[in-house]
C-alpha cells in the first residue's frame, strides 16, 4: 500500500510540450522584438526601393548634371521641365488616357521627380504613396509595349506603395517626428 501512494505524491511527469512550451515562448519574443526593431528599417528600405526607381525614371525626362564623390557618380536634375524627347514620347509611344501630351509630360516629369523625395524623407507619405500607386497603374496602362519584366517591376513598385499607404511610412520618417513633436 506504501508504493501506491508513493505513486500518487509525485507529480507525473511533464510531457515534451510542457517541457519546450517556455522555450517556445522566449524565442517569439525574441523573434517579435527583433521583428519590431527591424520594422523601421524595413519601412525605410521600401520608400527607399521605389523612390528610387521613380526618381531615376524622372531623371531621363530631364536635363541632369552629376558629380563625382568617394568614386560614386550622382545625378541631379538641373531642371524640372521635360526635354525634348520626353514631350516626342508623350506624343507618340505613352497614351495617357484624359490628358494631353503635353500637359502629361509636364505632370508626369514632376511626379517622379518631387514625390519620390517626400516618399523617402517620409513627408505626406500615405499622399505620396497614393499618388504614386495611381501614377504607376496609369503607367503600365499607357504604355501597351511593356515588356513581361518592366510588368513585374512596376508590381513589386504598386505593393510597397500599397503597403506603405496602408501601414504609413514607420519611425524613419519625418512624419512620425513631426507627429511627435506636435502630439507634446
Known amino acids: 500500500m506504501m508504493a501506491t501512494t508513493h505513486l500518487l505524491d509525485e507529480p507525473p511527469p511533464l510531457s515534451f510540450w510542457a517541457r519546450t512550451a517556455p522555450l517556445m515562448k522566449k ?5 517579435h522584438k527583433i521583428g519590431e526593431r527591424l520594422t523601421p528599417v524595413a519601412d525605410l528600405m521600401a520608400r527607399y526601393w521605389v523612390a528610387s526607381a521613380f526618381f531615376a525614371s524622372g531623371l531621363t525626362k530631364t536635363l541632369t548634371g552629376s558629380f563625382t564623390l568617394f568614386g560614386h557618380t550622382f545625378t541631379y536634375p538641373v531642371s524640372v521641365f521635360p526635354t525634348e524627347s520626353t514631350f516626342t514620347l508623350f506624343q507618340y509611344e505613352y497614351h495617357v488616357p484624359l490628358l494631353p501630351p503635353t500637359l502629361a509630360a509636364y505632370m508626369g ?8 523625395v517626400f516618399l523617402l524623407l517620409g513627408l505626406g ?9 495611381v501614377f504607376n497603374a496609369i503607367a503600365v496602362s ?10 513585374k517591376d512596376h508590381q513589386v ?5 500599397f503597403i506603405t499607404f496602408c501601414h ?6 519625418l512624419d512620425h517626428w513631426i507627429g511627435r513633436l506636435i502630439r507634446r
Open 168 to 173: 504609413g511610412p514607420g519611425k524613419l520618417s
Open 27 to 31: 524565442a517569439d519574443d525574441l523573434v
Open 142 to 151: 499607357s504604355y501597351p509595349e511593356l515588356t513581361e519584366v518592366g510588368l
Open 157 to 161: 513598385w504598386g505593393l510597397l506603395l
Open 125 to 133: 507619405t500615405r499622399y505620396a504613396a497614393l499618388v504614386l500607386f
Open 109 to 116: 516629369t514632376a511626379t517622379e521627380l518631387l514625390l519620390p
